[in-house]
């Protein structure tokens, strides 16, 4: 259950980041407040889908199996939620470089959610693509 806790904690933290960042500086930016919501809601989602696996993982083989594809479907969304914010601060004065860097970025998550549904031994060759895609996250 302490998964749980750590997705209420980081999906109210962009709420209150916002009141006390925004409130204090007055240059603050949209994207800024985007960016550090989608880290924050990332987080929130990883927990709360690997909270889901932890808990109705014991129901049944079916269950545990979906339940294990949405705990890494947690993690492909943590990792595209950690890129967003670097990739916005990295580049932040080459708008082209952030469309650049992003859009390969989203299709190579993208590819590796939908290979999530085949990690199992019947699928080697693809469960061994999916560990590879993890890895050039």
């Known amino acids: 259950y302490t998964h749980i806790l750590g997705a209420v904690l980081f999906g109210t933290l962009p709420f209150s980041m916002y009141?006390?960042?925004?409130?204090?500086?007055?240059?603050?930016?949209l994207g800024d407040i985007i960016v550090f919501s989608v880290f924050f809601w990332s987080?929130?989602?990883?927990?709360l889908l690997s909270a889901s696996f932890h808990i109705i993982s014991n129901h049944s083989a079916a269950v545990a199996a979906l339940?294990?594809?949405?705990?890494?479907?947690?993690?492909?969304?943590?990792?595209?939620?950690?890129?967003?914010?670097?990739?916005?601060?990295?580049?932040?004065?080459?708008?082209?470089?952030q469309k650049l860097t992003s859009i390969p970025v989203c299709r190579k998550n993208r590819c590796t959610e939908k290979n999530n549904?085949?990690?199992?031994?019947?699928?080697l060759k693809i469960c061994a693509h999916l560990n590879i895609s993890y890895n050039f996250l």
């Not at 987080?43 to 927990?47: D, P, Q, S």
């Not at 479907?73 to 890129?83: A, K, N, P, Q």
């Open 19 to 29: 009141s006390k960042v925004y409130s204090q500086y007055t240059n603050t930016q």
């Open 43 to 47: 987080v929130a989602v990883c927990f």
């Open 67 to 97: 339940s294990n594809h949405l705990d890494y479907l947690g993690i492909v969304i943590l990792m595209w939620g950690l890129i967003i914010p670097s990739v916005y601060y990295g580049f932040y004065h080459e708008p082209k470089l």
């Open 117 to 123: 549904r085949y990690f199992d031994l019947k699928h």
